[in-house]
């Protein structure tokens, strides 16, 4: 069965600092990747995702991801961030043939301090 | 447009008690799911409806969860006789019927506290 790992439970940071949060899938022929954010007492927004194409996806508030086959991993990444970015983040997968649930990860809550 | 609709956001029931929590999806959304969101644990999925094809009820914790799905829109989910470990927030999501790359969007969720 799928799953989804996300090794870093809490990250915190400093503004302007450039963070990466970790995500790696189990094996499979092919998958579709997500990445969710969470604000404080809302639901789950969509940040970005990878269908097929190029492995480098990006969103329009200046995150991007990288799906790397090989390592089976889509690490989410950003050179700067900002205050507002603080948050839960979540990972999720779902297998290409497959138009069930969305596997996600445990979620990273990113804090980004003054 | 309108997204995905929860009601209510916070229900605070006594232990043993029933509860119905509801979702209204995006219309033309045939896919809908549940989710629930404990502390430190993710999102953990329990059911999900797509059309008129059964559910799958794979990821129900027990026989006192179920839910339905009314004229391919509104879903109600059910717990019955609720224990104080069912306290967390329910998510509902929605997605058009594409396929595997049809990424799902969330309503606010219910917040079920359980005394």
Redesign the interface.
Same mark, same amino acid.
């Given at each position: 069965a799928q799953s989804v790992t996300q090794l870093d439970?809490q990250v915190p940071v400093f503004e302007e600092a450039p963070v990466e949060l970790r995500c790696n899938y189990s094996s499979s022929v092919s998958v579709?990747l /997500?990445w969710?954010v969470q604000y404080p007492?809302?639901?789950?927004? #969509?940040l970005l995702?990878y269908?097929s194409g190029s492995t480098l996806v990006e969103s329009i508030n200046g995150f991007e991801a990288e799906f790397n086959k090989s390592q089976t991993s889509f690490h989410l990444r950003k050179p700067s961030v900002h205050i507002s970015d603080t948050a839960e983040y /979540?990972c999720a997968v779902?297998?290409?043939?497959?138009?069930?649930? #969305?596997?996600?990860?445990?979620?990273t809550k990113l804090s980004v301090k003054p | 447009g309108a997204g995905?609709s929860q009601s209510p956001s916070n229900k605070v029931t006594e232990k043993g008690k029933d509860v119905e929590l509801r979702c209204d999806p995006i219309s033309g959304h045939t896919?809908l799911?549940w989710?629930r969101q404990s502390l430190?644990?993710?999102?953990e999925?329990l059911i999900?409806f797509?059309g008129n094809s059964a559910p799958?009820k794979s990821?129900l914790p027990s026989d006192r969860f179920s839910a339905e799905r009314t004229g391919g829109s509104v879903s109600t989910l059910t717990i019955q006789r609720t224990q104080q470990e069912d306290s967390a927030v329910y998510?509902c999501?929605s997605s058009l019927p594409q396929?595997?790359?049809s990424?799902?969007?969330?309503?606010?969720?219910t917040r079920l506290t359980v005394t």
């Open positions: 439970s579709y /997500f969710y007492n809302q639901g789950l927004q #969509l995702k269908l /979540f779902r297998d290409g043939g497959s138009q069930g649930n #969305l596997i996600f990860g445990k979620g | 995905v896919a799911y989710y430190g644990q993710g999102l999925f999900y797509q799958d990821g998510l999501a396929g595997a790359s990424p799902l969007h969330f309503g606010n969720g």
